[in-house]
């Protein structure tokens, strides 16, 4: 286990992105680190693995700016590089929902702590936990009697405003993502659209795993690398990818005649053999 994987984000402005942009994939080079880094001029989103030593360097480097001092930190650990290569990039947004008047920087949902959220769980309070995650993701694994949204994309989200509104008016909303900057920006959509008690997982569900174990959870997470997804212990799964289509399989997939490597399977295979 000497690959640190570590996670984290932050919504703040950024003029020089450009400049940014340069620095990091200098710092991530020397340090031979391989991952994805996104930049906004409203803020900064990363997944980036290497060993722990320089992934420490990389942290360093990055808290150097004092406007990402307190980025919080998500750090799992395996033993292979689970990125292929390194990508720093400048995007339009730091995580696509394809709405332009939405700033989390400026407002967003309130956090809600793993161990707050797991003692509300335990004493079955009227929570409503909101998936804001992908349908793929939902399927490999969610909180029990959590909504799934059964979104092809984050982009869909906005799309389903009027149906939340409709069916949450009121209740005591907590929702939640991979590590949290999804739901963040939702939050913020949601709250602009006039619902009133939106919190967000603090640190997402890798986070929630880490603080309680994974309590009242069912599955696993699904997390954008190689490792494809993780159990309640933050250790990688079975789950592989589909070479074509992407989709994430389990065992009883890969072992199904509608798999063949590097080809198709159940998800693809009509589309291909048709």
């Not at 360097?57 to 930190?73: A, D, G, M, Q, V």
């Not at 332009?100 to 707050?116: C, N, Q, R, T, W």
């Not at 949450?168 to 009133?196: P, Q, Y």
């Amino acid at each position: 286990m000497n690959i640190a994987n570590i996670t984290g984000y932050k919504f703040t402005p950024i003029e020089d992105t450009s400049n940014l942009q340069k620095d990091i994939s200098n710092c991530s080079t020397k340090l031979k680190l391989k991952g994805t880094v996104l930049i906004s001029n409203k803020g900064l989103n990363f997944s980036i693995a290497g060993t722990r030593d320089n992934v420490d360097t990389f942290i360093e480097f990055l808290y150097s700016y004092e406007r990402f001092k307190n980025i919080p930190i998500k750090t799992t650990y395996n033993d292979y590089q689970p990125f292929r290569k390194m990508l720093v990039r400048i995007k339009k947004e730091i995580i696509s929902m394809g709405v332009d008047d939405i700033d989390p920087f400026v407002f967003s949902g309130a956090k809600i702590s793993p161990l707050e959220l797991n003692e509300k769980l335990n004493n079955n309070e009227d929570v409503v936990l909101l998936d804001t995650r992908n349908e793929y993701e939902v399927r490999l694994g969610t909180f029990e009697n959590a909504i799934d949204l059964n979104l092809d994309s984050f982009r869909d989200f906005p799309n389903e405003m009027e149906y939340l509104k409709k069916t949450l008016e009121g209740k005591d909303i907590v929702m939640f993502c991979t590590g949290g900057v999804r739901c963040e920006k939702a939050s913020a959509l949601m709250l602009k659209n006039g619902f009133k008690n939106v919190r967000q997982i603090d640190g997402g569900i890798i986070n929630y795993f880490k603080e309680t174990g994974g309590n009242h959870w069912k599955g696993d997470c699904f997390v954008f690398d190689d490792r494809v997804a993780l159990d309640k212990d933050l250790l990688e799964t079975d789950y592989k990818l589909c070479f074509r289509c992407r989709e994430p399989l389990n065992k009883e997939e890969i072992g199904s005649d509608k798999y063949k490597i590097d080809e198709y399977c159940p998800y693809c295979f009509d589309d291909v053999i048709n």
